[in-house]
């Protein structure tokens, strides 16, 4: 099949920060078969002290390898948290320990998070991002990138112009915005226009996040947004090669493909330190694959009873 990538270019493409899922395995998976710019880890959730080392090796083991995935895609720490002089302690020592600049996380829709006074919930408060993002920003050295992920809001896009104002004017590098607000969760539509409002109006980079699922969509969001720098969240996990799609290099991966991909997987998972959860990890990633795979649903309704891994380990190694 010849692969005609249409003419608008992405720039830049960085995977999105998701919690209980992009773990390092997963990370590795993905940009072992894309050509990622960047990744973000799961958050490092911040209170009111200085995180343990052992805390941020086990969220993001690559700082062993001098913040590097095994192909070499730089790995970025999230850290998640509202006391502005302890969010600016533990930028410094995730940048010593090797993390690539530092990402903030604003976006996150959580109960758990926003009720302990993070994530999205400070969207309702622009002056406390702003002093969060001023001091991390103050504290790490000037050639350090400082990104933010951030909502459109928590109910509504009241606030949005604020909250830039707030992130620019403390001298955030980079921003990416999630097209939708907390009160809309995950449900579609992304609204990416509001993207293209705020590249009007400020010089940051952005970066635009929410419903790509496709090729077609990056197009679409990348017109609307203004920007050709795009964050894959949900979309690489139904369609693993999806940034080397967006980019034009490929087309989707096939199903054939995926099967070693998925044996892949299951391995590792089983050689890894999580293997006690290897079934309902792989379920897992299956409930994302079928969204772009009706045979992935095949294979869920096959396994999803299946709790012996060696009766899972049947299943996946009979795919072809």
């Known amino acids: 099949m010849t692969y005609n990538p249409m003419k608008n270019q992405v720039k830049k493409v960085t995977l999105a920060p998701m919690e209980g899922v992009a773990d390092v395995l997963m990370r590795e998976m993905l940009t072992s078969l894309n050509r990622y710019d960047l990744c973000i880890t799961e958050f490092v959730r911040v209170v009111n002290t200085l995180v343990p080392k052992k805390v941020f090796y086990k969220i993001c083991p690559e700082l062993l390898n001098q913040g590097f995935c095994q192909n070499q895609t730089p790995v970025r720490v999230q850290l998640l948290g509202q006391e502005p002089e302890w969010m600016a302690e533990n930028a410094v020592r995730a940048i010593e320990l090797g993390s690539h600049g530092i990402d903030i996380n604003f976006g996150c829709p959580a109960k758990t998070v926003n009720k302990s006074k993070g994530g999205a919930v400070l969207l309702k408060s622009p002056e406390t991002i702003y002093r969060i993002v001023n001091n991390v920003k103050e504290s790490i050295s000037a050639e350090q990138i400082l990104s933010?992920?951030?909502?459109?809001?928590?109910?509504?896009?009241?606030?949005?112009?604020e909250i830039v104002s707030a992130i620019t004017s403390a001298n955030a590098n980079q921003l990416t915005i999630h097209a939708r607000t907390k009160r809309d969760g995950y449900n579609p539509p992304?609204?990416?226009?509001?993207?293209?409002?705020?590249?009007?109006?400020?010089?940051?980079?952005?970066?635009?996040?929410?419903?790509?699922?496709?090729?077609?969509?990056?197009?679409?969001?990348?017109?609307?947004?203004?920007?050709?720098?795009?964050?894959?969240?949900?979309?690489?996990?139904?369609?693993?090669?999806?940034?080397?799609?967006?980019?034009?290099?490929?087309?989707?991966?096939?199903?054939?493909?995926?099967?070693?991909?998925?044996?892949?997987?299951?391995?590792?998972?089983?050689?890894?330190?999580?293997?006690?959860?290897?079934?309902?990890?792989?379920?897992?990633?299956?409930?994302?694959?079928?969204?772009?795979?009706?045979?992935?649903?095949?294979?869920?309704?096959?396994?999803?009873?299946?709790?012996?891994?060696?009766?899972?380990?049947?299943?996946?190694?009979?795919l072809h």
């Not at 933010?148 to 112009?161: A, H, M, N, P």
């Not at 493909?257 to 897992?284: I, M, N, P, T, V």
């Open 190 to 318: 992304a609204y990416w226009h509001h993207i293209g409002e705020i590249s009007d109006k400020y010089p940051i980079e952005l970066f635009a996040n929410g419903e790509i699922w496709s090729f077609d969509d990056a197009q679409q969001c990348m017109q609307q947004a203004k920007t050709n720098n795009i964050m894959l969240g949900r979309g690489a996990l139904a369609t693993p090669n999806l940034a080397n799609v967006v980019k034009g290099i490929e087309a989707k991966m096939s199903w054939h493909q995926l099967c070693q991909q998925l044996k892949r997987y299951a391995y590792l998972e089983l050689a890894g330190d999580k293997s006690f959860y290897f079934s309902s990890r792989l379920k897992q990633w299956l409930r994302y694959l079928k969204l772009q795979y009706p045979q992935a649903e095949a294979l869920f309704n096959e396994i999803k009873l299946l709790k012996e891994k060696t009766a899972i380990l049947t299943a996946i190694d009979k």
């Open 148 to 161: 933010v992920k951030i909502r459109l809001g928590f109910d509504d896009t009241s606030l949005l112009d």
